[in-house]
């Protein structure tokens, strides 16, 4: 039972680039969610997902969009880096209340 | 406008004694709150939970106390330990054990010396 992975660890990007982060979990949580974390701050949810095809924005959903095709995979893209986008992104999945959290990704953009 | 707040940005204790990690919330809608943990580079998990029925919950040495008309939670690690030290963030929902949206407070990080 791996729980739930994000890749990268880690990246860089330059002002204007887009990418994708990666989230999978293996625990058939029906709810999965993405997260940021500036320094000295709490988390801070951008997305959410209440099961397979359905999502909604959190509290600071703006440049990032997210998809849910599968009950697994819930991937945040950002399609125009910038730099306020430099964070540690977490992303995390339930049942019910207990969220259970991936070991996040570092972005900065440059 | 931060409806979560942990207003001690650290906190440090002798092992063997109590740890008391405070936090205090300002929406009154909110019914449930969960504590976690979390070591650096690593994503947070969880701790303990409580629901604003109750105002204890015990889990081992960690216990949550829910004070409802103040609006404050503490949590309280009994001995504590080294392996204690992390940032602890509190959070609180609205719609009980079953709702899916947290609003997290900053987080204490608690150093317990050896």
């Known amino acids: 039972n791996a729980g739930v992975t994000q890749t990268p660890k880690f990246r860089i990007l330059k002002i204007g680039q887009s990418m994708t982060l990666q989230c999978t979990q293996d625990?058939?949580?029906?709810?999965m969610y993405w997260y940021r974390q500036d320094p000295g701050m709490g988390l801070k949810l951008i997305y959410y997902s209440v099961g397979a095809g359905i999502t909604d924005k959190g509290e600071v959903p703006n440049g990032y969009n997210v998809s849910r095709s599968t009950t697994e995979d819930f991937p945040l893209r950002l399609e125009l880096a910038a730099p306020s986008q430099t964070s540690v992104y977490f992303c995390?999945?339930?049942?019910?209340?207990?969220?259970?959290f991936g070991p996040g990704t570092r972005l900065t953009v440059l | 406008d931060q409806q979560v707040k942990q207003n001690s940005p650290s906190l440090s204790v002798q092992e063997g004694r109590i740890s008391i990690l405070n936090c205090d919330y300002t929406?009154?809608?909110?019914?449930?709150f969960l504590w976690y943990k979390k070591y650096p580079a690593e994503g947070p998990t969880f701790l303990i939970s409580i629901s604003s029925i109750k105002d204890k919950n015990e889990d081992g040495r960690f216990t949550v106390f829910l004070n409802k008309s103040a609006k404050h939670l503490s949590l309280h690690i009994v001995p504590s330990q080294p392996g204690d030290s992390a940032v602890y963030f509190c959070?609180?929902?609205?719609?009980?054990?079953?709702?899916?949206?947290?609003?997290f407070g900053t987080g204490t990080r608690l150093k317990v010396l050896a």
């Open positions: 995390a999945s339930s049942y019910l209340a207990e969220q259970f």
């Open positions: 959070a609180a929902s609205r719609g009980g054990s079953g709702t899916y949206k947290y609003i």
């Open positions: 625990m058939n949580h029906n709810y």
């Open positions: 929406n009154s809608m909110f019914d449930y």
